[in-house]
Nanobody
Framework: QVQLVESGGGLVQPGGSLRLSCAASGSIFSINRMGWYRQAPGKERELVATISSPCSTNYADSVKGRFTISRDNAKNTVYLQMNSLKPEDTAVYYC??????????????WGQGTQVTVSS
């Protein structure tokens, strides 16, 4: 079984910053890609940023220049540094991981989500 444990969400004023973390543990043999998605009320889940081995990143246009994704391979942890936050960034942020389980299956795993609210 694989667990993705997220942390770092909360309430922040417009223009502020937050840093999300997601640690993967359990029956993981290898990780190919980690990333963040978000879902605002009444909207579909959308990609925010991903980071693939060895270090290729991809960002949604709406967050380019403001968010930075990084990864600590030794800790199976992915981070999302969010700067210049806007009210439209308000959403539940989900950690996502693609890799191979210890049983040899290519798999995708999701975290439970962490709320980010940007409001004055």
């Amino acid at each position: 079984q694989v667990q993705l444990v997220e942390s770092g969400g909360g309430l922040v004023q417009p223009g502020g910053s937050l840093r999300l973390s997601c640690a993967a543990s359990g029956s993981i043999f290898s990780i190919n890609r980690m990333g963040w998605y978000r879902q605002a009320p009444g909207k579909e889940r959308e990609l925010v940023a991903t980071i693939s081995s060895p270090c290729s990143t991809n960002y949604a246009d709406s967050v380019k220049g403001r968010f930075t994704i990084s990864r600590d391979n030794a800790k199976n942890t992915v981070y999302l540094q969010m700067n210049s936050l806007k009210p439209e960034d308000t959403a539940v942020y989900y950690c996502h991981c693609m890799g191979t389980s210890t049983l040899g299956y290519n798999s995708r795993w999701w975290g439970q989500g962490t709320q980010v609210t940007v409001s004055s």
